[in-house]
């Protein structure tokens, strides 16, 4: 066998204790009680690595806090994936999960990083996942590639749960240990590396409402006296749930019917004034007198009347003529998953180890929304091709008799074709990961020292199939001179007047509907040399240290369809990426021991990178233990984010949820009949908004992307803490082992990247700086009053500072006659989070605030309670989430219930959840068969209302969904 590494004798046992005082969520695999020895002897332990060091050390509470989830603590949360069992720590803030499904609806986030449609991420301390650093056995993983967009987020949905031996989690900044991305934190999933004979696993879960979730996995490994391996399959299915299936999700606002509905509807929505009518009369172009209108439902023979919006087969169009297009939308979105993993290692000598690491995973997801509406005209806001288009008179469907120019008097067309089917976005990712390397130990002098080297190839390979959108440059021909389209093969004219009654025909849809295809990929390749060991004593004891060397080159790429990129495509506009950056870095670390009770370690990285140039980090930590049942501890590290690809590059479009304060839906600002108000009205008048206007559309698109000028954030991180384990709660007749962790955490961000707070500068634009500040800079209106599209790209701005409390107990009983108890606990209390960019706009997010679909809640909670006897265990898990507040101005319709008070604030209550599990070791008596039974928020809480959320009703990156969630498992080893 090779050389194992030589044990560093500890001074007492208090260093075990104190490795099994950590909170039961909390805590490694439990280590085995020393042998018995023939005559009395200190406790020994072999030095291991601990996520936040690269020095191989026996203090297993270190210097830094490290939250350990070992695989018993991932059976008992009954989840199946990594990235949800994440998201339900109390450190953890808004991430993507499966009850996201956004493709279609909103177009690309700000951040160049894509929807990253069918994900799962990881965001710690509400910084985002892209300042989290995502480390599987201590190496940088792929970030992910959803084919729409080039990410700086990994997707812990290619790492399968059947793989994983546990999860470290550093709730410290770390880039002086690992580099950059390592602000909020580190994630290290550490995998199964050592597995003797076979185990199968099967689950089933489902909610009340569908959402069934299977999954099959098996594990096969072996060893011999110079070689082990271990192989994995796994295979893991999610059906979907409606939108349609819950209340509160099944209209687009909850409590605001129709009129939070879309203007794009079954029966079309005419915007328009006629060049014809004379001045004073309805529709006159001289006056600016639009028509507003919608067919009567039923109609098969549109009529039309000039004179009277309301004869014919027409009405006005109202809040009731809206359309609902959430029942179309989904809660759950849909996905398979399958993996293949091995692991592979060799003594080629006594000293040196030959590892071998693969992965495959491919996952399938599915995004659905709504029938794409077709808008056209100038205010159809696409910012695009279909701005521009205007319909013939000549067109035989036309009812209106004149043509309908764009810049002139045509103001849009909206209509949803319910015959041509929902959207439909299919996602494809496939994950490979290699690693090869060689690691060991060598002599010099009377010292060990460890050394590894490694070489890994990583990429993430995603397509996406957009089924049923539209080619804007075929609606533009087949509404325009019929002679025309009649000299292209396939063009028909194009019937949006008939509403429902009169649907397009199926030659119409052939023509102008079309399959889009987008696709990514990202690819990692980098090569690392460590070396740790010891370099001197100090006394009796010995200074450790770290060092090592890494190359890492990173490419990039997003190939959009070629419809997004033309600005043909009905959906979102794309520009294509591809790029490539390389980064070469080194780092030193050391860990003096300077007393008896007192360590210090220090830490330094220099980074090189082929973008923006060099960068040196640094930090410092103390482990100091004054008593036997003490340690107090904390760091200091500096930290930086070097821009991704996305960031720089990208270049998208955002349909955000905007509301003009000068004509939100519903609520008409401006009416000069009784004069004029200062402020908002007057600013509103001064940008030349007329009596009564309202915003033709709540999504209004934006020009958003990368910017290749950024720079890398720059961060500061402090932690300060105690871990406390008394003598007094040990090996007591009502205490086997009893801790208690307090953890104060502080980060501060300058240079953060990202896009201003749109709807802010909209609201100072016109609110505080009459319509001509600044802030109004992104902002212009068209010759009906509706703005363009704003550009918002990325910058450096301001800064992001916040802090808080962790803190974590637990407890163990003894044996007792009738069983074992168990208790833990372990909550988050945030002081502060606040953005601020360089202008000084203080950005609405805050602790206590629902804004943009995430939550900073006050404090969030886990409590675990268990009991077992024999083979039988029961647990029971509480988590609680304290309210929050959002502002009801925001949301499309403000007057809704919860918002009925003078603040027009929405109280999203605190919400309680209530996990119960059993299980059954050796079950039936079989060796090595357990059974499992339990129930996920089991008395159905649902998610608090919240109106100004983008879908669903809810923010579903902090709530779950509302109803129980059943599973049964079976794990067989043998």
Known sequence: MMKSLRPRTLAKAIQLSLFLSLPAIAVA??????????????????????TGSRIKQSNLVTSQPVFVLDRQKLELTGLQSVGDVLQELTSSGKALNSKFNSSGNFGYPPDGGGIGAGSAQVDLRNLGSQRVLVLVDGIRWVNESSASGVSGSADLNT???????????????????????????????????????????????????????????????????????VFGASYNEQKDISSGEWGQSAFPEPGAGLDAGSSGTPQGRFRFCD?????????????????????????????????????????????????????????????????????????????????????????????????????????????GLADTISVSALNPYNPFGIDLVAGSNFSFIGRRPLEVGPRVFTQDVDTWYFNAGLDGVFDFGDRSYNWDVNAVHSENKADQVFTNGYNVAKIQLALGDPAICALVPGCVPLDIFGGQARPMTQDQIDYIRTTQIDSSKQVLDL???????DMFNIGDRTAGFAAGAEHRRYRGEFLPDPLRQSGESQDSFAAAVKAHYSVDELYAEVNLPFLDSLEVSAALRYSDYSTFGSKTTGKLGFRWQPIEDLVVRGTYSQGFRAPNLGELYGLTQFGATLTDPCGPTGAPVVDTTNGISPGLEQACVNAGVPNGFEQANTQIITFTGGNPDLQPEESDSYTFGAVYSP???????????????????????????????????????????????????????????????????????GSIKTDGVDLKGNWISPDWNWGHVSASVQSTWINEYKA???????????????????????????????????????????????????????????????????????????????????????????????????????????????????????????????????????????
Not at 169 to 182: F, K, P, Q, R, W
Not at 527 to 533: E, K, S
Request: with cysteine.
């Open 727 to 797: 003598s007094w709660g040990a090996d007591q007749s009502w205490s086997r082992k009893l801790d208690f962790e307090v953890s104060y955490y502080k980060h501060k961000i300058d240079g953060a990247i990202q896009a201003a707070d749109i709807q802010s500068l909209l609201n100072k634009c016109y609110i505080e700086q009459g319509g001509t500040g600044p802030a109004c800079a992104p902002f212009a209106r068209n010759n009906t009053s509706n703005l363009f599209p704003p550009q918002n790209r990325l910058e450096n701005l």
């Open 527 to 533: 090569v690392q040399a460590n070396i740790t060991g």
């Open 29 to 50: 695999q439990d280590a085995p009680a020393p042998a018995p020895a023939p005559q009395k002897s200190a406790t020994t332990l072999d030095a291991v690595t601990v």
């Open 836 to 974: 601020v960019d360089a202008d000084g706009n203080v950005a609405t997010r805050a602790v206590g605030i629902e804004v943009s679909d995430s939550a900073i809640p006050e404090w969030q909670t886990n409590m675990q309670l268990g009991w077992g006897m024999g083979d039988f265990d029961v647990n029971w898990t509480v988590r609680y989430i304290s309210s929050v507040k959002e502002d009801c101005t925001s949301a499309t319709i403000a007057e809704v219930p919860g918002c009925l008070n003078p603040e027009q604030e929405n109280t999203l209550g605190s919400t309680t959840y209530h996990d119960l599990q059993a299980s059954w070791k050796h079950a039936f008596t079989v060796e090595g068969l357990d059974l499992t039974l339990g129930v996920n928020n089991i008395f159905g809480k649902e998610p608090p209302v919240c109106v100004t959320c983008s879908l669903n009703g809810y923010d579903a990156g902090t709530y779950d969904l509302p109803w129980a969630f059943w599973y049964v498992s079976a794990n067989y080893r043998f």
């Open 159 to 229: 790492i399968p749960l059947s793989i994983v031996d546990r999860i470290e989690v550093l709730e410290d900044g770390a880039s002086a240990i690992y580099g950059s991305d390592a602000i909020a934190g580190v994630i290290n999933i550490i995998t199964r590396r050592k597995f003797d004979g076979a185990e199968v696993h099967a689950y089933f879960g489902k909610y009340n409402k569908g959402g069934d979730t299977t999954e099959a996995s098996m594990t096969l490994g072996g060893s011999g006296e110079r070689w082990s391996a």
């Open 275 to 383: 060049p014809g009518r004379p001045s004073g009369s309805v529709g006159s172009c001289a006056d600016g007198s639009f028509y507003s209108v919608t067919l009567n439902d039923g109609t098969t023979t549109p009529v039309w009347d000039p004179t009277n919006p309301n004869g014919g087969t027409y009405h006005q169009f109202t809040g009731a003529d809206r359309f609902n297009f959430a029942p179309f939308n989904l809660l759950l979105t849909p996905n398979k998953r399958k993996a293949l993993f091995t692991s592979l290692s060799y003594d080629i000598s006594d000293n040196t180890r030959l590892h071998v690491k693969a992965l495959y995973n491919n996952r399938t997801s599915t995004n659905q929304a709504a029938p794409e509406p077709i808008f056209v005209g100038p205010d159809a806001g696409t910012g």
